[in-house]
């Protein structure tokens, strides 16, 4: 990657300073050479947060059915109580 080859090329050079170089970069590339980049990036973002929606409403869910069995134990354990 351009970091690794900064990072070679400046032993010494803090992480921010390498991070600032690649930004200017960056920067001066022309359109057409960024925009692959900056379409993947949007395609992985999406994808991420389908991924995410999806894993929130799996937990809902489970943590749903944990509630139910659980009050199901209370209630089971109550009517056992008032048979005594």
């Given at each position: 990657?351009?970091?690794?080859?900064?990072k070679r090329e400046?032993?010494?050079?803090?992480?921010?300073?390498?991070?600032?170089?690649?930004?200017?970069?960056?920067?001066?590339?022309?359109?057409?050479?960024?925009?692959?980049?900056?379409?993947?990036?949007?395609?992985?973002?999406?994808?991420?947060?389908?991924?995410?929606?999806?894993?929130?409403?799996?937990?809902?869910?489970?943590e749903a059915v944990?509630?139910?069995?659980?009050?199901?134990?209370?209630?089971?354990?109550?009517?056992?109580?008032?048979?005594?």
């Open positions: 990657t351009r970091r690794a080859e900064l400046n032993p010494n050079m803090k992480n921010t300073d390498i991070s600032k170089l690649l930004g200017e970069e960056w920067k001066k590339l022309p359109p057409h050479v960024r925009q692959p980049h900056i379409d993947k990036e949007a395609r992985e973002r999406e994808e991420y947060h389908q991924k995410t929606s999806a894993w929130r409403e799996q937990r809902r869910n489970e944990e509630r139910l069995k659980q009050a199901a134990v209370t209630e089971a354990f109550v009517e056992s109580t008032k048979n005594d």
